[in-house]
């Protein structure tokens, strides 16, 4: 049973950071691209960052560049984004994606994240 499971979210004040995990089981994490991605309501869920399954390149949303940083540690079937200097606009549901670059795509449930003073 493949499973992402997201944790690591909450409140946090304007200027701060937060370290979000992902955690896969089921499927040959080391083979998958992940990626982060955050939804606000009434909003489309946009890419936030992504990493190649072997970690050596990385992209991301231009207005995070320089803020937060994708890692992933194949030997633990995890994925990261630390999240730094954090604004208000970050405020959304971040969730994380597995993808082998064909037809197969698996998503977690999402961790809230609220940025507020």
């Known amino acids: 049973q493949v499973q992402l499971v997201e944790s690591g979210g909450g409140l946090v004040q304007p200027g701060g950071s937060l370290r979000l995990s992902c955690a896969a089981s089921?499927?040959?994490?080391?083979?998958?691209?992940m990626s982060w991605h955050r939804q606000v309501p009434g909003k489309e869920r946009e890419l936030v960052a992504s990493?190649?399954?072997?970690?050596?390149?990385?992209n991301y949303k231009h207005s995070v560049r320089g803020r937060f940083t994708i890692s992933r540690d194949n030997a633990n079937n995890t994925v990261y984004l630390q999240m730094n200097n954090l604004k208000p606009e970050d405020t959304a549901v971040y969730y994380c994606?597995?993808?082998?670059?064909?037809?197969?795509?698996?998503w977690g449930q999402g961790t809230q994240v609220t940025v507020s003073s």
């Open positions: 994606k597995a993808l082998n670059g064909g037809p197969t795509e698996y």
């Open positions: 990493i190649r399954a072997d970690g050596t390149w990385t």
């Open positions: 089921g499927f040959t994490f080391s083979t998958y691209a």
